[in-house]
């Protein structure tokens, strides 16, 4: 996991609420990935950003919102609007042009009661 | 569109018997293909990966990986399992025919792997 930073790793809130939710990479990776894990139905993307103040919805986007103001942060805003958000979140970045491979966080499990 | 399909949800496996876990894909032309390690409550490790060259890939921990290309299969070796692989593992795929750099990967559902004495 080392690089990338994740917090908090438990996160309980209740419904109606929004909740943020932290990745910051000191790897200087242009690229940052939001994953939504659930149990039996692997990870699903929710956003992408390639670069500093641009992002781009994955599958999943409805709900969620992101920022990308640093190269370094690519925060997720879980809103009030997502329907079923409790899951594991999990964070990734992507290095140069030519490595295809993410590198992951630890994850934030988020609980909304 | 590309897919991944792993399978088995489980796979049993006694320490120091080999073990294989599966992943068939498919995509339009040739795949970039990866496999990831996942422990309790953490996020995903990445293991290896197959961008082009030998259809036999290593990688950490003394995993490896078969491609084969008429079988669209990219499965998880090793030769002698350990207590400390049991995990969860996920194969990825990479569309090659994607022109983005966002290098957008998709996920199978995962395969459980139990190794007991």
């Known amino acids: 996991d080392g690089g990338i930073t994740q917090s908090p790793k438990y996160l309980f809130r209740k419904e109606g609420q929004n909740v943020t939710l932290s990745c910051e990479q000191n790897l200087n990776h242009d690229a940052m990935y939001w994953y939504r894990q659930d149990p039996g139905q692997g990870l699903r993307l929710i956003y992408y950003?390639?670069?500093?103040?641009?992002?781009q919805k994955g599958d999943i986007a409805e709900g969620y919102s992101v920022s990308r103001e640093k190269k370094e942060s690519f925060p997720l805003t879980v809103t009030s609007a997502q329907k079923n958000p409790t899951a594991f979140y999990l964070c990734?970045?992507?290095?140069?042009?030519?490595?295809?491979?993410?590198?992951f966080g630890p994850g934030t499990r988020l609980t909304v009661t | 569109a590309q897919s991944v399909a792993q399978p088995e949800d489980q796979v049993n496996v006694a320490e120091g018997n080999p073990l294989t876990v599966k992943c068939t894909y498919s995509?339009?032309?040739?795949?970039?293909l990866f496999w990831y390690v996942q422990y309790p409550n953490r996020g995903l490790q990445f293991l290896l990966k197959y961008i082009t060259g030998d259809n036999l890939v290593k990688g950490s921990y003394g995993f490896e990986a078969e491609f084969n290309k008429s079988q669209t299969s990219f499965h998880l070796k090793k030769p002698s399992a350990l207590v400390s692989d049991s995990a969860l593992y996920f194969c990825a795929v990479r569309d090659p025919m994607y022109t983005g750099t966002a290098s957008k990967l998709t996920f199978g559902t995962g395969t459980r792997l139990q190794v007991t004495l």
């Open positions: 995509v339009s032309g040739n795949p970039y």
């Open positions: 990734a970045s992507r290095g140069g042009t030519s490595t295809y491979e993410q590198y």
């Open positions: 950003s390639q670069i500093v103040n641009d992002f």
